[in-house]
């Protein structure tokens, strides 16, 4: 898997695929974009500040229902077109609603970003793509405290 300057992920109940996936060193952007519902950045808050502090600048952006498939496309359009450079971005669908993670899948690979799903237990990212490339072994960063 390559580097990417920016990572989208979203969040509704899960947050640990969405933090895992930016602490390896090898695949570590310097941005991450969280999606979540209005309401939820409080959960998140305590997700930016951990990431702060190893150096990833975190954005939380609230973007209505999690279920309302028509707003989300909508609100996911407009995220898509913030960026410049889609080959600069990765999105993570391991996260969100299933609804979050259906609408962020059609507008984001219809506009040329690549997705990627982690799967938590074998602690790799598995690349959704037409070619299906291996998946990428994650090194395992987190401690529990």
């Given at each position: 898997m390559k580097k990417y300057k920016t990572q989208v992920c979203f969040v509704y109940e899960k947050?640990?695929?969405?933090?895992?996936?930016?602490m390896d060193d090898?695949?570590?952007?310097?941005?991450?974009?969280?999606?979540?519902?209005?309401?939820?950045?409080?959960?998140?808050?305590?997700m930016k500040a951990f990431l702060e502090k190893h150096?990833?600048?975190?954005?939380?952006?609230?973007?209505?229902?999690?279920?309302?498939?028509?707003?989300?496309?909508?609100?996911?359009?407009?995220?898509?077109a913030r960026f410049e450079n889609p080959e600069d971005v990765a999105v993570n669908l391991s996260g969100g609603s299933k609804i979050m993670t259906i609408a962020a899948q059609l507008v984001f690979r219809e506009n040329g970003f690549d997705c990627f799903y982690?799967?938590?237990?074998?602690?790799?990212?598995?690349?959704v793509k037409d070619n299906e490339p291996e998946p990428f072994e994650i090194q395992d960063k987190l401690k529990i405290e």
């Open positions: 947050l640990l695929s969405n933090v895992i996936a930016v090898e695949i570590k952007p310097e941005k991450l974009v969280v999606c979540c519902p209005d309401g939820f950045t409080n959960d998140t808050k305590s150096g990833v600048v975190t954005e939380v952006v609230e973007i209505g229902d999690p279920y309302d498939l028509k707003a989300l496309k909508l609100k996911f359009l407009d995220l898509a982690v799967v938590d237990e074998k602690d790799q990212i598995i690349m």
